[in-house]
């Protein structure tokens, strides 16, 4: 069976190839033009506008153990919980502070809309829900893990090399180390779904494979022309 421990191994593995590639290293040490910071800034706008969205499907296939907790999060990207913040909100507050003009800014909201469209148009490699909803868990969870660790560093280059106010970086510390405990009961949900439908080796491995054929943060949060160095390097 697919353990805690491997998940996080391979959450692992992922995170540090991400801020081990010359396109995240760039952007940190101040190196990359100010369009390679806003193309980041749109990449991660557009990855993450429709989180509730996808909570919402993970929540409506989500076993009882954990049911609780995918509700509170998406409550919690919603800004319905105690703290009353939306997620969303905080990615459009960023874009506009980042001087993304009002046209920028639909267009992104427009691309992000798609993103979900294609989801559910696109064929999909899998038989039953059950298997598409463990992908866009694992996936959206390694995410989670991701932001738990890189997410303070993404706000220091932000603001150093963007010249980015606390203000507009609000959606980064929400994300950030502090978030360490809710990352964690991520892999527990993952742990929990792979008994709860009673996913076999052999699948559960594959569906994990298949999700990270390509790493998920490069993909989404970078423009292609910054990503040639990194794929030259890989495929050297």
């Known amino acids: 069976m697919l353990t805690r421990s491997m998940l996080e191994a391979e959450y692992r593995a992922q995170c540090e190839a991400f801020a081990r590639s010359p396109a995240f290293q760039k952007l940190e040490e101040g190196s990359a033009g100010r369009q390679d910071y806003d193309a980041f800034i749109a990449g991660v706008c557009r990855t993450h506008l429709k ?70 148009t696109d064929p999909i490699l899998y038989g039953t829900f059950k298997e598409v909803g463990l992908g866009v868990l694992i996936e959206v969870t390694c995410f989670e893990w991701m932001l738990s660790r890189l997410a303070s560093r993404i706000a220091r280059f932000l603001r150093t090399h963007r010249q980015l106010s606390d203000e507009s970086l609000q959606w980064f510390s929400h994300h950030s180390e502090v978030d360490l405990r809710h990352a964690d009961e991520g892999l527990d949900a993952v742990v ?15 569906i994990l494979e298949i999700t990270f054929r390509e790493n998920p943060f490069l993909k989404r949060y970078f423009a292609e022309h910054l990503l040639a160095e990194t794929k030259a390097l890989v495929a050297a």
């Open 51 to 120: 989180s509730p969205q996808i909570l919402a499907f993970l929540y409506s296939v989500a076993p009882p153990m954990v049911a609780g907790q995918i509700k509170h999060n998406m409550l919690e990207e919603l800004g319905l919980d105690d703290a009353g913040v939306s997620h969303p909100a905080l990615l459009m507050r960023l874009v506009e502070l980042a001087g993304f003009s009002p046209k920028t800014r639909r267009a992104l909201e427009a691309e992000a809309q798609d993103n979900l469209r294609r989801m559910c």
């Open 192 to 206: 929990e779904y792979l008994h709860y439908y009673e996913f076999d080796d052999f699948a559960a491995t594959s």
